[in-house]
């Protein structure tokens, strides 16, 4: 393990405009699509993971601490590092960064990811416990895939019917699916309970500088609340209303994630769409599927364009590093696409390669963390497993999908490190027709 080393203001200056600054700039919390197609456009992401990748061989593989007046930030440059610090994750390196708390306290104060200690433990077995983690298919599969199925049908027979498929089509289908997967049935067009979610989201990207919206927060929570009262049978509130917690859990506090966690899932699951559509000898066997090639998509789609594009953690005590230490409250980055891409741990990195989640080649648990790994990993992955792969299946089941237009992905050349949904558009119709 080779100890921190500390990078010269000039570096410092290149790694917050071309890596850190960009990412802030998209939207940690809620993208905003101006700036992606921005990203896109000038190629923002590979330069990112340029600079890191230069800044490796500048100055070697322990974290590289920035130059930043009163505040520790170490970018980590190494496999083996994020491998310890996800592992030894919530102690000492806490998955409740200062900024982290900062965004999701807009949304979810009392959330899983910004809570530390004790409660921690109580709130992550919660979270567990309602969402099935660590079982291939969660206990509400029947009633979830239904609604997906339903949703998807509608998308696709709409997309038929006009010959297209974009961005604003898939969204608008997948949007009252992540209601009622949540809420239930009820909620599938209550468009202000996304509303409220998405202008916290919008408050949270900037983070402190931001000014809290108490009254927006106590509607939002009142508006869950009266879902898990509800207690829609088949949905994730009935769930939250059933199953048991110590009061300082705050059930309610739980559920902000899961509606903001499933909003990106949509956008994983349109990449992944767009993969198979670029690749038509994959997308062929996709009829004989058990779920494992779809899965396999699914978790290329987060590993070529991540939606965490950093994992943030804080150190809570003096952290040796080789012969090198952190002071506490060292704020760590780990920006998931400088080792997703890195073609030295990761032959073919940008490829298209679904095969690699299901033979094995994908399991090192180091350099690739599409869900992050550890005792924080994702919780409800199984459930985006399920969701996404019960969509495209559908989808492809029932209409011909092709690309249109000047579509990003060639199968030919090396797929680009950004891809903005803006620019991917299919041509659909009935298969046969
Ligand atoms: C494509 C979709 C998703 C991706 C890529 C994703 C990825 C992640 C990642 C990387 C983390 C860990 C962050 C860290 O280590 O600091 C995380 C945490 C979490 N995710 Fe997901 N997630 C997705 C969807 C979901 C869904 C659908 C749910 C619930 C319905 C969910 C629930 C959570 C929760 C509760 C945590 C916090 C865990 C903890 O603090 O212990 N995620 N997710």
Not at 75 to 104: C, I, M
Not at 120 to 131: D, G, H, I
Not at 172 to 186: H, K, T
Request: aromatic residues 6%; charged residues 25%.
């Amino acid at each position: 393990m080779s100890a921190p080393s500390r990078a010269s203001a000039l570096d410092t200056a290149r790694v917050l405009a071309g890596v850190l600054g960009p990412m802030l700039a998209q939207g940690v919390i809620a993208r905003r699509p101006r700036m992606v197609a921005q990203a896109g456009r000038f190629g923002l992401d590979d330069r990112a993971v340029e600079i890191l990748q230069r800044m490796r061989e500048r100055y070697g593989p322990g974290p590289l601490r920035l130059r930043i007046p009163g505040r520790s930030v170490a970018v980590v440059l190494d496999a083996d590092d994020v491998h310890r610090v996800l592992r030894d994750s919530p102690e000492p390196f806490t998955p409740a960064s200062r900024e982290k708390r900062g965004a999701l306290g807009h949304f979810q104060p009392h959330g899983v990811l910004i809570s530390h200690g004790e409660v921690r433990e109580e709130r992550r077995r919660f979270n567990e416990a309602v969402l099935d983690t660590g079982r291939p298919v969660h206990r509400l599969a029947e009633t979830i895939g239904a609604a997906t199925r339903e949703e998807a049908t509608r998308c696709a027979d709409l997309a038929a019917l006009t010959g297209t498929l974009d961005w604003a089509r898939f969204s608008a289908a997948w949007q009252p699916l992540v209601r009622r997967v949540v809420l239930g049935d009820l909620a599938r067009d209550d468009h202000e309970v996304t509303d409220l979610l998405t202008t916290q989201r919008g408050q949270a990207n900037w983070s402190y500088l931001a000014r809290g919206r108490p009254n927006r927060l106590a509607r939002l929570r009142h508006r869950l609340g009266a879902y898990v009262d509800a207690a829609a049978p088949g949905s994730l509130a009935e769930l939250v209303a059933s199953v048991p917690a110590p009061d300082r859990v705050d059930r309610i506090d739980q559920m902000p994630q899961w509606l903001f966690a499933l909003d990106p899932a949509g956008m994983v699951t349109y990449r992944a769409l767009a993969l198979l559509v670029a690749h038509p000898d994959v997308c062929a066997r996709v009829s004989g599927d058990d779920g494992s090639l779809l899965r396999g998509a699914v978790l290329e789609s987060v590993r070529l364009w991540p939606t965490t594009a950093v994992v943030l953690r804080d150190t809570t005590a003096p952290t040796r590093w080789g012969d090198g230490e952190l002071p506490t409250g060292t704020s760590l980055g780990i920006v998931s696409s400088y080792f997703h891409r890195d073609e030295t741990t990761v032959p073919g990195a940008d490829r298209f390669d679904p095969d690699r989640w299901c033979d094995g080649r994908a399991d090192d648990g180091r350099s690739l963390l599409p869900f992050s790994a550890g005792p924080v990993v994702c919780p409800g992955r199984e459930l985006v497993f399920y969701v996404a792969s019960t969509f495209l299946a559908t989808l492809l089941g029932r209409a011909r999908v092709r690309a249109a237009g000047a579509f990003p992905l060639q199968e030919s050349r090396p797929l680009p490190r950004g891809l903005d949904p803006f620019t991917v558009r299919f041509a659909v119709d009935r298969p046969g027709a």
